[in-house]
């Protein structure tokens, strides 16, 4: 099909759409995370956690591999369906993990379920990009927010899902949702099929693109780590992700310390709502105010917001979460739009991917933090304020580095071919 005609440049987007959509499960891991600490790690919540914190570790891996194969010309469709291939395994294998063998859910889980995640999350926002790239921060914020989304459209799914297939084990109801979510493997691979790039030179039909000469060239993966810029923005990624992931991934625990354990799993359902709607919001304000401004107004707000939840009594905390969630979804639009910006869309999905590397890091570090704070604190949150303390101190590094960066000298560049 050639989508080039009139609208149907969009039919990748939507599929993309789809494909994150599925991805964005990953975010409902709040709702495992007390079944599985307990039936698998003893109770202990920062162990548990390494399961989601390995997974968008891997994240950052998946998208490397897929901007290699992507560099050696495998067509995207191929890496998608790889990527959904792995993403399905990494879940049925999942519910296999024993207490007598935890650690399979690291590697089922976490590491399989990262990279193919990686894969596919990669390839279907730099396709995208190049099929409008005179809406560039829109379009990524149109993707990413469908991977927040995920976290509204699963969150009930898997709670029913928990409750019918308990056998009365703990964490029982946990693992074979597992088993069911692997349909994912479905979906992705027969979405991929549609994920095509467009020709050489492509320019949307009617479309003006108003582009600088830094937007003009791009950046290979070798001269991207030449530049200062790719280092204060990798390590701004890992502070900046380190402050969201610590209450993406234990909002139902923080629920259930305040008190609200009948309707905890709202928690997961508003910070992901809220979070795909930033996603969307902060990739459109973007194109107006520039990725630097946008990017500092959120981690500005994620330090207010963070601080306030000690203070946040009954239903309060949601609205207080579902603000951390909003502004939290920015940050993975914007630098995602600002690695395109500064590198150009040739080699976005290597070049994204070795960014990626901090959020990665972000992660891991966040799932430690938030756990060993969780476990201190057991049912009195004000034992996990600093976490909290953290988590708006971490915000406050980001922004200053990304005040500080400036866009990268242009030398030595490959003209874009595209």
């Known amino acids: 099909m050639n989508y080039t005609k009139g609208s149907r440049r969009w039919i990748p987007v939507i599929v993309s759409v789809f494909i994150q959509l599925c991805l964005g499960s990953t975010y409902i891991w709040s709702v495992f995370q007390s079944g599985i600490a307990s039936a698998l790690f003893n109770g202990n919540n920062g162990l548990a956690g390494l399961s989601f ?16 194969l992507y560099k050696k010309n495998i067509k995207p469709k191929i890496i998608v369906f790889a990527g959904g291939i792995i993403l399905g ?37 730099s396709v995208s990009q190049r099929w409008f790239p005179d809406k560039r921060g829109l379009i990524t914020g149109i993707i990413i927010s469908a991977l927040g989304l995920g976290g509204v459209v699963f969150t009930p799914v898997a709670e029913t899902l928990m409750n019918l297939l308990n056998n009365g084990a703990i964490g029982s109801g ?42 003009k060239i791009s950046f290979t993966p070798k001269q991207m780590l030449g530049s200062y810029q790719y280092y204060a923005l990798t390590i701004a990624f890992l502070f ?12 139902k625990p923080i629920a259930v310390a305040k008190g609200m354990a009948q309707a905890a799993y709202i928690g ?15 990739g459109w304000i973007s194109d107006k105010w520039g990725r630097k ?44 739009s600002i690695t395109a910006d500064y590198y150009g869309p040739m080699y976005m999905t290597l070049n994204y991917g070795l960014i990626m590397l901090g959020f990665g890091a972000g992660g891991v570090i ?31 590094v980001a922004v200053i ?12 560049c490959d003209k874009n071919k595209n």
Not at 91 to 97: E, G, R, V, W, Y
Not at 177 to 188: A, D, P, Q, S
Not at 268 to 282: C, H, P, Q, T
Not at 367 to 396: E, H, Q, T, W
């Open 53 to 68: 914190s390995l997974m968008i570790a891997m994240l950052s891996i998946g998208g490397i591999i897929a901007g290699a």
């Open 89 to 125: 395994l990494g879940f049925i294998l999942a519910s296999l993990t024993s207490a007598s063998a935890p650690w399979l859910l690291w590697f089922t889980f976490g590491i399989l379920g990262g990279i193919g995640m990686g894969m596919a999350y990669s390839i279907t926002i």
């Open 174 to 215: 946990e693992l074979r949702t597992f088993l069911v979510l692997g349909i994912f493997l479905i979906i992705c691979t027969v979405g991929g099929l549609f994920i095509v790039e467009p020709p050489q030179n492509f320019s949307p039909k009617g479309k003006i693109q108003k582009q600088s000469q830094q937007t």
């Open 240 to 251: 900046a992700a380190l402050s969201g992931l610590m209450m993406i991934g234990f909002a």
């Open 268 to 282: 997961v359902i508003v910070i992901s709502m809220f979070n795909a709607l930033g996603r969307l919001f902060w």
């Open 293 to 336: 401004n946008t990017l500092i107004v959120i981690l500005i707000a994620n330090i207010a917001f963070t601080l306030l939840v000690d203070l946040a009594q009954g239903y309060v905390i949601f609205v207080i979460i579902a603000l951390i969630g909003f502004v939290y979804g920015g940050i993975l639009t914007n630098f995602a």
């Open 366 to 396: 966040s799932s430690f933090v938030a756990g060993y704070f969780k476990d201190i604190a057991a049912n009195d949150i004000s034992l996990m304020f600093p976490a909290f303390i953290i988590s708006a101190a971490a915000s406050a």
């Open 401 to 412: 580095l990304i005040a500080l960066v400036k866009p990268p000298i242009i030398k030595n």
